[in-house]
Each structure stands twice: as structure tokens, then as C-alpha cells.
């Protein structure tokens, strides 16, 4: 029976509402955004036709919240919800509650989440039906010291995932036994705050593995579908950083055969929608992992190598229509790669950032580009959510077409007044091992040295970047102080003359410790900046927008420069740099260092203290823990000492920065 739908309610935020926001309308749907208090002004809110309060910023008052959505469902006139990823995506009360409700859930019946949801269940599921599994345990009996026997039985290292949970949350490698207990109730504590469900299992942690995933789709007449894998080996944490479709090597025989595994995995339970059956693969063998019962985050690379649109997929299959195509009308052309841009700084072991996008460029002006963000420019990254700022898809006629598209896309991204992923992304797009498609989930841990090399001094370049828009914008500011009666005052000019002398000014910056002073030479058409290196011909103009078209000693070149008080952000050739403009019309910049404190990362809430006042540590051990955008950060003991004070208790807020606990020698 066809349940026609005409108003949709996306509950869920960011990028994803948007995106479903995005083909509802095109199917001529009435859209309706749910909103926390923090993101009453989110890009969601302004894109849907309707907007409905759910309450206060963390998600487990707000978007989490069952009775909320479905009251602002029914005060909207929706006659569906879709869930998006995360949240409430894969919980069955919510899917049970919709169909109480009479609302049409944009997903799988509650049974097949059910079925899905406990990865425990489900990997005895797929026992029985033959699909063969990592070893593990995967029972119901949570007692610790069991756990741990367990995994001393199935030997290190060993992995704690959340059996409710996906994302990399909930998840730990253990690699010896006495690390197991710390790892258990870190993990416990993880899953229970992002799926309310503390129940773990514990597998092999194999070495060299592939992640490689299966899209597939059921309606409710039986029929059941794959369109193709993803390969989704790149990741951090247990995080994917870079999915691809299709994935690389994956021969027809045995795309075939992890195709039907996934369809049988789906028919088994009874599957309608949109999921995903995800495999470790290993050598010759693959074994089956999870199935996510929703649309995945990167989805957007299969839309890429099928041209089909998985959401209008799943509003048709919702509403009780038969797939579009059958499995052998399902193409696949080209070749995509989707990354994650993220607001987290690399420098400080990705430490999840929030605060203010003072300037932000996406690449999806250009041709084979597709960018899904959730944010503008203005808006703030918030402490209480995932501090993904877009997701950045291309495609190709093949695999390296596309990685071509990809580092060019990265070099057309920028982002100024928060940390972010990017110049790594961009190493990854670069590494010969990318371009080789040498794929396993310790690709980055192998390649660490390419892809994090640390801080390095500015160059030359940068330097005469910064100098010429410091240059250009005093000029500027000095002509807007022209009086209006007297346009030709020289008070109003700043050529640099001076009598029966070489024109010039000084200028300071600073990158990071080091100070470099320019001396600038004022010429007829530009300046001679003396740099570290030399001098060098500068000549060019900056646009109001930082976009500055230069020549250097001839050298053509394009570039921006944005500047946030004193920080000067300069983009060049696909690079990204900071330097400091120290203006000596101002009072000397005080350092605010927080060398040798110990001082919470970010903004967040204590939920362990491991230690009390007296007590002494020795380096390396685990002090306090903050949770922060659903993630446990823990401040350990920078060397040998005793705890002198604490300054907060368990449940508190803290600021980024905040001292935390005072440590002296023991």
C-alpha cells in the first residue's frame, strides 16, 4: 500500500538534515527542521520550510529526545521522519514510536534494528547464517572479570567496541592485559553517553585489515539490492577519514560474493531501506563486521559511481514504492572519493576544536565536486556536537582522475578561526601509497611522518604574502582618512616618501617563537621587501576579500590572506600558513602561555577524576578525564609528581584552558 508523504521532518542537525532537506525538496516535499537552543540559527534551520525548538544544546535533551520530535512531527503536520545518521537513526523505540504515532519512519522496521543494533546479536545472526566472523565474544554476560578472560582467551590485541554503537565511539585496541581494565571503562562510559547502552563485546584485533562496506536496499515486496562497496580503510581512531567507491582491487567475482553476503545479512532480518554491512578484510578473507541500519555518512561516493540518489530511494521504498532498479540495472562509472573535513587541530593530536568560522571556502564550484556542509561562514562549531564542518566528495573517469580532483579540491578549501584536518587530508591525497592504493586501517599510523610533519618556519613567499597585505591594507586605511574637501592632501598618501632618503617602513611578524623584521623599499609600482633570504620585487594588488594577485621578482601568483586581529592566514599554492603581524601601534602582546599547567583541552565536562589531593603520579598517568563533542580527552601527568590541589569535581564545566589541578614535586 502506497503512504504517500508530503511533509517530511528531518530529526537530525548539520550537514546531513540539510542534505535530506535537499532531495525532499526536489521531490516537492514540505520540509521540517527540528533545532536544539545552539543551533537556532543553523544552516538546517534556514533551509527548511518549517522550524520547531526542542530544547536546550546537549543532544540527550534535544535531539535525543523521542517525545520532543514527535511532538513537533505532529504539531508540523509530518507525515514522515527521517532519521538521518546518529542520534535517534538506529533506535528501535523510535521506529516503534513513529508507527504508534501513524508517522512513516524513513528506515528499517524496529525489528531489523533490533536484529542489527546489538552488534552481538547480529554477529550470532550471521553465524547461523554461515557468514564467517572475527573471533570473539559476543555474549550477554558484561561482568569485567569475564571480559577480560575472554580476552586473554581469544589473546592480544584485542578490541572493546560498543555493541550498540558505530563511529568509532565506544571502541579501544588493547594490546596487553593490564591495559584491559582502564580500556573496558573508558569504553563502557563512551558507549553509554553516545547510545545509552554500556554494553560492549570483544574481538581479534587483526593488524592489516581493509574496511570494506556493502550498500544495500530492500522495499517491502520482497525485493533486496547492493550497490557495490566502499572501501573505507583510511581512518584514525577508528575513525573513517577517506571513503571510496568503488574499492580499489575488488575483482567482480568477489564484489559478487560480498554482495550476496550482504543482501542475505539484510534478508535475514527482514530488512527495508537503506543499510550497510560492513567487512573487515584481510588477504583473501573478508568477515562480516556490523550492519548499520541507516544511511552512512559517506553515501555520497555510491550516489557518485551509481548516479542514483539514496534518499530519494529511501522516502520512495517509505512510502511503499518497489526499488527503481533491479540488481543488474544498478551501474557503476568512475571512480569517488569522499573526506571529512573536521574542525580539529592535527598539531595538538586532533583535539576537537570549537569556536567561530571567521572565513570559509568549499570547493564545490569546481567541475566533479560535490561539498554536504552543514555550516557558513559566521557560524560556530559548538562543544556539544560532532565538529564535522563539511564532507568533500569528487569523482573521476577513474581512481586517479579522482585523486587529482581530490588534492585540488583540498588546495581550493579554506578555513580561518578554527584548527582543522585539511593539510592532512591533503597529505593523504598526495602520498605516493594513496596514489598506489596501498589501503589497510593502519594507513596513517604507517605514513605518520609524511603526513604529520609537524610545524615548519615560513618561507620567503609567505613572508612577502603578509608583508604586501599588511601594506596594501595601511595604504588603503590611510586613503579612507582622505578628507572628502581636500581629495589631494598628502596627508591622505603613503607612498613612503621621505626627503633626500630611501623610502621605507619596518615590519615585524612572528611565526610561532620566531620574530622576522622586513624592511619594506616603497618603488613606483610596488615595494622591495628585504626578506630572511633576500631582497625580492613585490608588486600586486589585494582585493577586499584577501585575494591578492602578485607578482614576486616577476613570478605571477596567486593568493588570499585573511586576517583575524593580529593572526595573518596566508593561502598559497594549495598551502596553508599563520603568521603574526606584531603592530607597534599597539601595546606589547602579553604571552599567555600554559606551558607546564595542566589545563583542560577544551571546553567540556569532568566525568573522572583519578586522583586525589596528596597523591603521587608518576608520568604518563591518567589524571582527569574531560568529555567533550561525545569523546573522552584525558589530561595525564607530564612528569613525576604529587597532586597539590584539585580545582574542579566531577560533573563540572570547564573552559578551555581552565587549570585543572595543581602538581609538585613529589
Known sequence: MIRPIRTLLVANRGEI????????????????????????????????????????????????????????????????????????????????????????????????????????????????????????????????????????????????????????????????????????????????????????????????????????????????????????????????VVEEAPAPGMTPERRAAMGKAAVDAAKAVGYRG??????????????????NTRLQVEHPVTEAITGQDLVQWQLRVAQGETLPLTQEEIPLEGHAIEVRLYAEDPERDFLPQVGRLDHLQLPSHLDHTRVDTGVRAGDTVSIHYDPMIAKIIVSGADRLEAVRRLEAALAATEVVGLATNRVFLKAIAAHPAFAAAELDTNFIARHQDVLLPGPAP??????????????KEEARQS???????????????????????????????????????????????????????????????????????????????????????????????????????????????AATGTAGRLVAPMPGTIIRIAVEEGQEVTKGAALVVVEAMKMEHTVAAPRDGKVKALKFAVGDLVDEGAELLVLEDA
Not at 143 to 160: K, M, N, Q, S
Not at 458 to 471: E, K, P, W, Y
Open 17 to 240: 538534515a540539510v542534505r535530506v532537506m535537499r532531495t525532499a525538496k526536489a521531490l516537492g516535499l514540505r520540509t521540517v527542521a527540528v533545532y536544539s537552543e545552539a543551533d537556532a540559527n543553523a544552516l538546517h534551520v534556514a533551509v527548511a520550510d518549517e522550524a520547531y525548538p526542542i530544547g536546550p544544546a546537549p543532544a540527550r535533551e534535544s535531539y535525543l529526545r523521542i517525545d520532543a520530535i514527535l511532538d513537533a512531527a505532529k504539531k508540523s503536520g509530518a507525515d514522515a521522519i527521517h532519521p538521518g545518521y546518529g542520534f535517534l537513526s538506529e533506535n528501535a523505540a523510535f521506529a516503534d514510536a513513529c508507527e504508534q504515532a501513524g508517522i512513516v519512519f524513513v528506515g528499517p522496521p524496529a525489528s531489523a534494528i533490533r536484529a542489527m543494533g546489538s552488534k552481538s546479536a547480529a554477529k550470532a545472526l550471521m553465524e547461523k547464517a554461515g557468514v564467517p566472523l572475527v573471533p570473539g565474544y559476543h555474549g550477554e554476560d558484561q561482568d569485567a572479570a569475564l571480559l577480560a578472560r575472554e580476552a586473554e582467551r581469544i589473546g592480544f590485541p584485542v578490541l572493546i567496541k560498543a555493541s550498540a554503537g558505530g563511529g568509532g565511539k565506544g571502541m579501544k585496541v588493547v594490546r596487553a592485559a593490564d591495559e584491559f581494565p582502564e580500556a573496558l571503562a573508558s569504553a563502557q562510559r563512551e558507549a553509554k553517553s553516545a547510545f545509552g547502552d554500556d554494553k560492549v563485546l570483544v574481538e581479534k584485533y587483526l593488524t592489516t585489515p581493509r574496511h570494506i562496506e556493502v550498500q544495500v536496499f530492500a522495499d517491502s515486496h520482497g525485493n533486496c539490492v547492493y550497490l557495490h562497496e566502499r572501501d573505507c580503510s583510511i581512518q584514525r581512531r577508528h575513525q573513517k
Open 274 to 291: 537503506a543499510g550497510t554491512v560492513e567487512f573487515i578484510a584481510e588477504g583473501e578473507h573478508f568477515y562480516f563486521m556490523e550492519m
Open 458 to 471: 615560513v618561507d620567503d613567499t609567505v613572508l612577502a604574502l603578509a608583508a604586501l597585505f599588511i601594506l
Open 479 to 589: 586613503a579612507e582618512t582622505v578628507d572628502a574637501a581636500d581629495p589631494w592632501s598628502p596627508w591622505g598618501l603613503a607612498p613612503g616618501w621621505r626627503l633626500n632618503r630611501d623610502a621605507h617602513v619596518d615590519l615585524t611578524f612572528a611565526d610561532r617563537e620566531r620574530r622576522i623584521d622586513i624592511r619594506a623599499h616603497f618603488r613606483p609600482h610596488g615595494f622591495v621587501l628585504a626578506l630572511p633570504g633576500g631582497d625580492v620585487a613585490v608588486e600586486g594588488d589585494a582585493e577586499a576579500d584577501g585575494s591578492l594577485r602578485v607578482r614576486l621578482d616577476g613570478v605571477a601568483l596567486s593568493a588570499r590572506v585573511i586576517r583575524t586581529g593580529n593572526r595573518l592566514t596566508v593561502f598559497v599554492r594549495g598551502g596553508e600558513y599563520a603568521v603574526d603581524f606584531i603592530d607597534p601601534r599597539l601595546a606589547s602582546q
